[in-house]
């Protein structure tokens, strides 16, 4: 396959956590992974964002001894591109204190850092326009809900325009921001720099089978 193929490869959009867990019982050999990653160059898959958030999350949970859940951008997309005009069900035993997640549209990763505040779901994420962000409205008045949360409110990051091309990474930052206050890459070459050290971890814990990755985003604008 080549970076072209893999950037517009058709998303599997699973709409509950039976289908999602289905998508992810395919396994790739670490070698198969490792070459995929030479083919997608600066864009992350799906696993490669999960895993990230499941390490922000990890750090979390020791640092604060609250529970933080991590759902599967996969499931999240599938979500999010159905509309979610249809109850939404969280994974059993879901945590209810914190969720970290990321949808694509648009060739982009956007995170969603949900912490519970109360009776307040806040909503961290990237500031949006337009419809995509209306789009998750149906979504988060769902998952508000689940959380056990009357209404949800928006806490909206400035996206930094020089970090266009790399909105994997930026998304794994700004739940690192959010929930573990490290600071935000400050440039071009910063936001390179936590990129590649990034990739480097991903690759350090590439177990011999390896979650099949099913959907890239370069985060380059159309």
């Known amino acids: 396959m080549t970076y072209d193929q893999l950037k517009y490869s058709l998303d599997p959009n699973p709409l509950t956590e039976e289908q999602c867990q289905a998508t ?17 160059e600066d864009m992350w898959a799906d ?22 859940h991590v759902l599967d951008p996969l499931l999240a997309t599938g979500w999010f591109n159905h509309g979610a005009a249809f109850p939404v069900t969280l994974p059993d035993q879901t945590p209810t204190s914190c ?13 969603l850092i949900l912490v519970k505040a109360g009776s307040m779901l806040n909503v961290h994420t990237w500031t949006w326009h337009g419809r995509h962000r209306n ?7 769902h998952l508000t809900r689940q959380i056990g949360c009357v209404d949800y409110r928006w806490i909206n990051f400035e996206p930094r325009r020089f970090a266009d091309d790399a909105c994997g990474p ?17 440039g071009h070459s910063a936001v ?7 990739r480097k971890r991903f690759i350090m814990n590439l177990a011999d089978q390896c979650l099949t990755p099913w959907s890239w985003a370069s985060g380059v604008s159309e």
């Open 99 to 111: 969720l970290l997640t990321a949808i694509k549209f648009n060739c982009h990763w956007i995170p």
């Open 24 to 40: 992810r019982e395919s396994v790739v050999s670490r070698l198969q992974r490792l070459t995929i990653l030479r083919l997608q």
């Open 47 to 68: 696993d490669e964002v999960m895993w990230h958030l499941h390490q922000v999350a990890c750090v979390y949970q020791r640092l604060t001894a609250s529970s933080c």
């Open 170 to 186: 930026m998304a794994v930052a700004l739940a690192g921001h959010v929930l573990l206050g490290v600071p935000l890459p400050s």
């Open 135 to 141: 789009a998750t409205h149906k979504l988060l008045q």
């Open 192 to 198: 390179n720099a936590f990129a590649d050290i990034r």
